[in-house]
């Protein structure tokens, strides 16, 4: 983790979760990755690629 990474505080009752980090998607035309203004299917479809 750098240091520009923020750990937010979960409340002891929260339920189990997994995060996935996607990473920016420099190019375009990629498949997996993210850019600011994707929409939401947009997302799905990259992290189902992991």
Do not use: C, K, Q, T
Not at 9 to 27: C, E, G, H, K, T
Request: charged share 35%.
């Amino acid at each position: 983790m750098s240091e520009n990474d923020e750990i937010p505080d979960v409340p002891d009752d929260a339920p189990p979760a997994i995060l996935f980090r996607l990473s920016y998607r420099a190019i375009e035309s990629h498949r997996s990755g993210y850019r600011p203004g994707d929409d939401r299917d947009r997302i799905v479809a990259s992290m189902r690629g992991w």
